[in-house]
């Protein structure tokens, strides 16, 4: 199956720090990506949809100003969550979807962000 | 709106034993479903997938899970547990005909199998 990969699987930060957090499609093209967080013993909660070249698309609640998307190519998004604060701590999951077909999506390995 | 529903927390099962995961879902079109595994501290692995034609869908690691459109369900079956398959398992729903085309995910359901 495509794989996608996520850089990095772990960070600690500071409060008031930014991260970056990379998602890639390693062996398709991705015109669509999606970001998720997850709570301990939690589902997934669709963060934003990031489509290559456009503007990503929020769901309500999630601030767009907090968790910058840039879908620069069809195989890379990143996440910032710019000024984090420890209430952002979470495990965030990207996934991408093949084009056509049942559009499949596959899931990265996912990166545990804890701000201190 | 699209919805998901796993009644249970959480499935004991005896290594050796059947294991069956509930799921349900509610769409106003039809539904393309799937069941993802996680692992701690790791993204969600597919398992199996139903978009159309035999109901009864065969997938990874000897999984394989029923579509019952008349019950709005998808449940996910093991015929023979493995210690290996205690996880969380999530079921998931795609409307096909929804705008925005998003997958929406159940509560998840944690799979304990004890040896």
């Known amino acids: 199956g495509a794989v996608v990969s996520q850089h990095p699987s772990r960070v600690i930060c500071k409060s008031g720090t930014s991260v970056k957090i990379e998602c890639r499609s390693l062996?398709?093209?991705?015109?669509?990506m999606f970001w998720y967080r997850q709570f301990p013993k939690q589902s997934l909660m669709l963060m934003a949809t990031?489509?290559?070249?456009?503007?990503?698309?929020?769901e309500q609640g999630v601030e767009k100003d907090k968790f910058l998307i840039n879908h620069a190519s069809l195989t890379l998004s990143t996440l910032t969550v710019t000024s984090a604060h420890p209430e952002d701590s979470s495990f965030y999951i990207c996934?991408?979807?093949?084009?056509?077909?049942?559009?499949?999506?596959?899931f990265g390995p996912g990166t545990r962000l804890t701000v201190l | 709106a699209q919805s998901v529903a796993q009644p249970e927390d959480q499935v004991n099962v005896a290594e050796g034993n059947p294991l069956t995961v509930k799921c349900t879902y509610s769409v106003s079109g039809n539904p393309y479903l799937f069941w993802y595994v996680q692992y701690p501290n790791r993204g969600l692995q597919f398992l199996l997938k139903y978009i159309t034609g035999d109901n009864l869908v065969k997938g990874s690691y000897g999984f394989e899970a029923e579509f019952n459109k008349s019950q709005t369900s998808f449940h996910l079956k093991k015929p023979s547990a493995l210690v290996s398959d205690s996880a969380l398992y999530f079921c998931a729903v795609r409307d096909i005909g929804a705008a925005g085309n998003k997958l929406t995910f159940g509560g998840g359901t944690r799979v304990l199998v004890k040896p």
């Open positions: 062996d398709f093209q991705a015109t669509t």
């Open positions: 996934s991408a979807r093949l084009s056509g077909g049942a559009q499949e999506q596959f």
């Open positions: 990031s489509n290559e070249g456009s503007k990503a698309t929020y």
